[in-house]
């Protein structure tokens, strides 16, 4: 640019410099309002300063009171993903779990356990790394999953199979208010088909997406009980943003995905057998990890529908 040429009134965002950026983060694990008190009910180990907790002193093979489900759902908010070690509980026990949140879905493309109300994962070499990107569960619905709840069965030997996740809403604090701008009333695309799609023959890929036409949700998705904005978008199931080019779409997206690397919004969890992680799915991305070839891990999961996401 010449020294008398006029800088545009709009000037496009650097993403590449954006992601470069450096320096303090706003790491807060409440919304706004959230109730910040101590539990009564059970013992709660915080994992980090953002997201994730151990829970302690619960059985959940036992029967849950209204009061200890009101406490284990403030803890579910508050820290976005809850942790219980070593529960030896049976399918039916972890499926009425589950249910205590709501109606479980089933999964159109997924293995069932022992109900069709929870999916078996199964993973050996042959197998494995199909989970091993950040994501947030089954946004191709038109109201995806409220949360999920993850056991393991068989885990594989030194400490393989590790799953992290990310807290979404600590994702949206952190963009740049020009980002935030650019993105506020923007939708973005949904599909089943970059992913499972691509496993199915033609005739049943054309008849599932009948059955789940790909659907637009807003990228920046209000919780429907903390009033918290976050990230709502995911490299696996987010195709496009109508409301862009689609250089553009693309070079956005690419940004927001990557807000998911960033390490001060994760936690890791080391799996033991019968171990059960509970995560909000509206306020999260999560990663299984791919390093046990040849080992076998093992896990069921029931999931709990959801809202339409706003």
Do not use: C
Request: aromatic share 10%; net charge negative.
């Amino acid at each position: 640019m010449s020294p008398t040429a006029q800088a545009p009134e709009t000037v496009d965002i650097d993403l590449t410099a954006r992601w470069g950026l450096s320096g303090p983060r706003t790491l807060r694990r409440l919304a706004d309002g959230q109730d910040d008190r101590p539990y009564e009910l059970f013992g709660v180990r915080p994992l980090g300063p953002l997201i994730g907790a151990e829970i302690t002193g619960v059985d959940l093979g036992a029967p849950v009171t209204p009061e200890l489900h009101a406490e284990l759902n403030r803890a579910l908010l508050e820290h976005k993903v809850v942790f219980f070690r070593r529960q030896r509980i049976t399918n039916a026990q972890h499926r009425d779990f589950a249910r205590l949140w709501g109606e479980l879905e089933t999964h159109p493309f997924l293995p069932q356990g022992d109900t069709a109300d929870v999916v078996r994962f199964a993973k050996d070499a042959d197998l494995s790394g199909y989970e091993n990107i950040w994501h947030t569960d089954v946004t191709w619905r038109a109201n995806p999953a409220l949360g999920s709840v993850l056991r393991l069965t068989e885990v594989p030997p030194h400490g393989g199979g590790d799953t992290l996740w990310a807290d979404a809403g600590a994702a949206y604090d952190n963009l740049p208010d020009d980002v935030k701008a650019r993105i506020d009333g923007l939708t973005a695309v949904h599909d089943f088909m970059p992913s499972f799609g691509r496993f199915l023959p033609p005739e049943l890929a054309a008849a599932k997406q009948a059955e789940f036409p790909p659907v637009a949700h807003p990228i920046v998705r209000t919780h429907p009980e903390t009033g918290r904005k976050s990230l709502f978008v995911n490299a696996i199931f987010t195709t496009h943003i109508p409301d862009l080019p689609a250089d553009e779409g693309e070079e956005l997206l690419r940004y927001l995905f990557r807000q998911a690397f960033v390490p001060e919004y994760q936690v890791r969890w080391r799996w033991e057998k019968d171990d059960i992680a509970f995560w909000d799915n509206r306020a999260t991305w999560h990663y299984a990890s791919s390093d046990y070839h040849p080992h076998v891990r093992v896990a069921e999961r029931a999931s709990i529908v959801g809202d339409v996401p706003r």
